[in-house]
């Protein structure tokens, strides 16, 4: 499956933002799909996760409550909702896939990844 994640931009701390990532391919509805994100000079790092379903998701302890991940399997997109966002947000997000058993947390889990988005979160 092919990624493209877009809706990344520059926000004011307390506002929101939506990123999407469209995928290729009929057989989205069979991975389940996660958002990491990457800070300067740090580690990527897992946001939140979703099942191939719909209906299990997972997050960070750093985003829960602020941060809403969904997917549309018709439409073949997976989507993050940020709310309340801070300065510490600021990351190229990423979108990724994954194929076999499980939400994952960790990027050596997910095989297939999309090329970021950069959301800078302004004081």
């Known amino acids: 499956v092919q990624l493209q994640a877009s809706g990344g931009g520059l926000v004011q701390a307390g506002g929101s933002l939506r990123l999407s990532c469209a995928a290729s391919g009929r057989t989205f509805s069979r991975y389940h799909m996660a958002w990491f994100r990457r800070a300067p000079g740090k580690e990527r790092e897992f946001v939140a996760a979703?099942?191939?379903?719909?209906?299990?998701?997972y997050y960070a302890e750093s985003v829960k409550g602020r941060f809403a991940i969904s997917r549309d399997n018709a439409k073949v997109t997976l989507y993050l909702q940020m709310n309340s966002l801070k300065p510490e947000d600021t990351a190229v997000y990423y979108c990724?896939?994954?194929?076999?058993?499980?939400?994952?947390?960790?990027?050596?889990?997910?095989?297939?990844w999309g090329q970021g988005t950069l959301v800078t979160v302004s004081s």
């Open positions: 990724a896939a994954k194929g076999d058993y499980g939400l994952g947390t960790r990027t050596y889990e997910y095989a297939y």
């Open positions: 979703i099942g191939w379903s719909g209906t299990s998701t």
